[in-house]
């Protein structure tokens, strides 16, 4: 894999700006990471099992448990009837039961658990739990919702200018239907929680969770007590990807409500086939347009058309289809367009947070639409997208009213073309096409333009505590998760640069409610610039307290005192910074701190759908080649150039990591990973066997990843921008890429939905 050489340091300063192990990777690869099913199980523990609904829509009348209860070591049945606070989950819309009761709404619904000594013993007698369900006629797909007006939410419309004037006065227009698939998460690690019941009506709760506050208020809620008699903790994930930042609250409250009835520890484990029937994915869409175009390319007007299946609740579908909405535009300004966005409502899982969440069902469309406006003209899609770019001092202004103050999308994509040799390498392509009857190669650069911060205002703010002790060995403790992005690695990077001390140094410990309360999601991307920013402060505190300290000594000012290399320098004096630490202690200096930060400068209306929701942008781009066989419908990804924005980068080895996964999760989304129900509204794709997620064969030859030498132009920690979601987007150059080798064959790329499978592909072939 071509790659920039990333020289590793490991005792070294700065800690931040160079390329360093994963703070936890030597523990990971020894089998030494502590993971929630390693944590060595309390006596009395109970293992649960869910009881799923085996119907998609029915009237609940009741279970039959007997044959459950009679296997040895089975201990119980939980049910509705044994929740003490309120029946329903305490989300957002709270339309969601904690477990079914009255109605069932899908297949794999939890209506109750069963408890046992054993994990086996607890699932082989889950099944044999019969339901009692008058069945009723499923809603399953977007079409059927839409017509019935059956939503989690009210319909939003956001509307610029006149489309449908613009419409009538374009020189040319087209219409167009497109569907694209959802996704499972497929983390390696899957949902658990391990509940313990404490002292005095208090629980300590270990789960897998990007969201350790929410965790925190269901587990309260539904147990009829205050927030602060229950501790959750969450030292890291096997991966989350958006599918833990709600639904692992529901285990956690499952295991809760079983641990308050029985008065034992109970853990709940999903193994990977209940795990998808259970959770949600992420959300598919259908789209209908029209959109009007000149000679040139330029749009002149956008009717768009989302249906979002959010499945029977509403979870996070709202933010969700909200932020398709504002990534619709992608990197093109919109003059005249209406975007209408209905939140469908159907009985299938609910539908929940996935990597982009939302943002790439918005950019897609508008990549597709890009797309088949350069074929219907007889242009290179390239050039049909940098005319519509936004522009630096005009059509710089969204749809949604925020101006595009960062704008780097022409020179970036610029760069990309000549380095990769696009322009080249079409010409070749064509070349190529013409002598090969069976394999056709398509190419195709697609940009990112993604919006950094929570569209809820809210949820950007963060907390954090570091403590210096004796030794001046340093601890930070901040409301942020590690799922393996590298959270943790960055946070400890900016303290001891803060503190001018080795890396090595600075130990980031479990995130806990108890020490950083009310914390966001490590959601949006948002993770090292809130988190990162909030411990930054708590460390520079420190740093005052120590600087003033010196000073005094040194009769200097305090701005004159440094801390660099593990060392404090002044003018007259050069002290180690443990023995700073030891005598500051010694003379009663404050050694800890909190640091707190709420992101400036965003503002939003939720009811207008206006205002400025993001901090500010990323920006990325990518360059796809591929071939597909023609009497099959094979696909193979055979080039992929990536030029990618991370500003001023904190750990550039970890941001290529992160650029590199989510450009192949990207990847799979659209062109393996099928996710298929049946009229009976049953997954059928729920095992490794049968959902196929890319693997080691599935990555290109050539994937090249280079970073812009640009810091972030707003004042964001060390200069640095999100890296999390942004590249998932880059992999629609794949999706692009095929569409253009299905051109080239004498196919129909307009009719081809998402993922772009063989049977997809050869579809399209006609």
Excluded at 569 to 595: H, M
């Amino acid at each position: 894999m071509n790659a920039p050489d990333l020289k590793l340091v490991v005792n070294n300063t700065p800690a931040a700006g160079v390329s360093r192990f994963h703070e936890s990777a030597r523990a990971q690869v020894a089998g030494a990471a502590t993971y929630i099913d390693d944590i060595p199980e309390v006596r009395g523990t109970l293992h649960a099992a869910p009881v799923c609904s085996p119907v998609a829509h029915g009237k609940l009348k009741g279970f039959d448990t007997s044959a459950a209860l009679a296997l040895p070591g089975v201990r119980a049945f939980i049910s509705a009837a044994d929740i003490p606070g309120d029946t329903t989950l305490a989300a957002f819309a709270h339309d969601e039961p904690v477990f079914a009761h009255g109605t069932v709404q899908f297949i794999g619904q939890v209506g109750g658990l069963i408890l046992a000594d054993d994990a086996m013993t607890a699932r082989r007698a889950a099944r044999l739990v019969k339901w009692d369900i008058e069945v009723l006629d499923p809603v399953l797909t977007v079409h059927e919702a839409h017509a019935l007006e059956s939503y989690v939410l009210p319909p939003v419309h956001v509307k610029r200018g006149d489309a449908a004037a613009a419409l009538r006065r374009a020189p040319h227009t087209l219409e167009g239907t497109f569907e694209i698939g959802g996704q499972e998460h497929f983390y390696l690690e899957g949902q658990i929680a391990y509940v313990l019941p404490l002292e005095q009506n208090q629980w300590w709760v270990y789960s897998s969770t990007q969201h350790p506050g929410e965790v925190q208020h269901w587990v309260s809620h539904a147990l009829g007590i205050a927030n602060h008699a229950v501790t959750v903790e969450c030292r890291r994930m096997g991966g989350g990807f958006g599918g833990k930042e709600t639904q692992a609250g529901h285990l956690a409250v499952w295991a809760a409500i079983a641990a308050n009835k029985l008065r034992c520890p109970v853990k709940l484990r999903l193994d990977r086939d209940d795990d998808f029937m259970i959770t949600g994915k992420r959300h598919p869409f259908a789209y209908h347009y029209r959109v009007g175009f000149d000679d040139t390319g330029l749009l002149s007007g956008l009717d768009l058309e989302m249906l979002a299946n959010c499945g029977f609740s509403a979870d996070l579908s709202g933010p969700v289809a909200d932020r398709a909405i504002f990534h619709a535009d992608n990197a093109y300004f919109l003059e005249d367009v209406a975007i209408h966005s209905f939140r469908c409502k159907t009985n299938t899982q609910s539908h929940t947070a996935f990597r982009g969440f939302g943002g790439p069902q918005g950019v897609i469309v508008i990549e597709r639409i890009l797309g088949d406006i350069a074929r219907a003209l007889g242009k290179d899609p390239l050039d049909v997208r940098l005319r519509n770019l936004y522009g630096i001092e005009d059509r710089n202004v969204t749809h949604y009213q925020m101006t595009v103050e960062d704008n780097i999308l022409e020179p970036l994509m610029t760069q990309l073309a000549l380095t990769s040799g696009y322009r080249e390498r079409r010409e070749q392509i064509e070349a190529f096409n013409a002598q090969s009857p069976i394999i056709k190669k398509g190419l195709a650069l697609t940009p990112v333009k993604f919006g950094i911060s929570f569209t809820a205002t809210l949820f950007n703010q963060a907390g954090a505590l570091v403590h210096v002790y004796t030794d001046g060995s340093v601890q930070v403790n901040h409301g942020g998760t590690e799922m393996g992005q590298g959270l943790n690695t960055k946070v400890a990077a900016i303290v001891a640069d803060e503190l001018g001390v080795p890396f090595d140094k600075v130990l980031s410990t479990a995130s806990d409610t108890s020490k950083v309360p009310n914390a966001s999601a490590t959601a949006a991307s948002s993770g090292t610039d809130l988190n990162g920013r909030a411990a930054q402060f708590a460390a520079r505190q420190v740093r005052q307290n120590l600087a003033a300290f010196v000073a005094g000594l040194d009769g200097v000012g305090a701005g004159a005192v440094r801390f660099e290399g593990g060392q404090v320098i002044t003018d007259k004096t050069t002290r180690r910074w443990e023995d700073v630490v030891g005598a500051a202690y010694a003379n009663r200096i404050q050694l800890w701190s909190d640091g707190f930060y709420r992101t400036p400068k965003i503002h939003y209306d939720k009811t207008t759908m206006l205002g400025r929701p993001f901090y500010y942008f990323s920006y990325g781009a990518a360059v796809s080649e591929v071939a597909i066989d023609t009497l099959t419908g094979e696909s193979r990804v055979l080039k992929v150039d990536i030029l990618h924005d991370v500003g001023r980068s904190i750990n550039p080895a970890i941001d290529i990591g992160q650029i590199e996964g989510a450009f192949v999760q990207g990847m799979g989304w659209l062109t393996t990973e099928q996710l298929v129900w049946n009229g009976k509204g049953y997954l059928q794709t729920h095992a490794p066997s049968t959902y196929k997620i890319p693997a080691t064969g599935d990555i290109p030859a050539h994937f090249k990843v280079d970073l812009w030498p640009e810091a972030n132009r707003e004042d964001n920690v060390h200069g640095s921008k999100a890296v999390g979601e942004p590249p998932f987007m880059l992999g629609i150059s794949v999706f692009e890429a095929l569409r253009d080798a299905v051109a080239q064959a004498g196919g129909q790329p307009a009719m081809m939905n998402a993922p772009a499978t063989a049977e997809e592909v050869l579809r399209s072939l006609g």
